[in-house]
């Protein structure tokens, strides 16, 4: 996978964890909202002999673990194995399969377990973001609608 790609998914990542990048600080530097404060909650190094020049979600099992940590926190649920993971809804695991409830793909065991979570998990962010402005749309067609209706009911009470 081309670095840009792997980049591009580690901000969405990123930001589905809230974080986010101030225009007038260092570039690199990923910061996060603390009860009433900012606070850096991650900064890549521009320093030369520091290895990684990205964001950690595809090297490091502790930042990936938070990324599954949101995911159950918006209701959905993970199932991992040593040669798969499935992510699935939680409330139509409760009357179906997970396996009937998965929202995304199951991923399969690649070179590295780490990069198979990784993959599931940028799939899952993508797909929710896009159920998200799906949901908006709806709300705000349904608002638009509302308001016309509004105005014709106006009209026929003259």
């Known amino acids: 996978m081309i670095q840009k790609k792997i980049d591009e998914s ?10 986010f990048q101030q225009e007038d600080q260092l570039e690199g530097t990923w910061w996060k909202k603390f009860d009433s404060s900012n606070g850096v909650i991650y900064s890549i190094h521009n320093n030369e002999n520091y290895p ?4 950690p979600f595809r090297r490091d099992w502790n930042w990936l673990m938070e990324v599954l940590d949101k995911i159950v926190e918006v209701r959905y649920g993970y199932q991992l194995t040593p040669g798969a993971i499935m992510i699935f809804d939680w409330d139509k695991a409760n009357s179906m399969s997970r396996f009937e409830a998965q929202v995304i793909p199951i991923h399969y065991h690649t070179d590295d377990r780490i990069v198979m979570v990784w993959n599931a998990c940028v799939h899952f962010v993508e797909w929710y973001n896009k159920q998200l402005l799906e949901k908006k749309i709806i709300t705000y067609k349904t608002k638009q609608l509302k308001k016309q209706n509004k105005g014709i009911n106006d009209l026929v009470s003259l």
């Open 10 to 19: 580690n901000e969405k990542l990123a930001k589905f964890l809230d974080w």
């Open 52 to 55: 990684h020049k990205d964001l």
